[in-house]
């Protein structure tokens, strides 16, 4: 493998998980925001 697609394949690996964490935290967001509307409890 020459060094650029090494470099490549090992650099996007934390943008996938960046952008993973970032849907999963707006999800999170959205559905404290629509129980706190609702009055109730996320637990």
Known sequence: ???LV???????WPV???AVLLVL???LIK????A??????MI
């Open 25 to 27: 935290i707006v999800a």
């Open 31 to 34: 559905d404290l925001r629509a």
């Open 16 to 18: 996938i998980s960046a």
């Open 6 to 12: 090494l470099t490549t394949y090992i650099l996007i």
């Open 36 to 41: 706190g509307k609702d009055g109730e409890s």
């Open 1 to 3: 493998m020459s060094a």
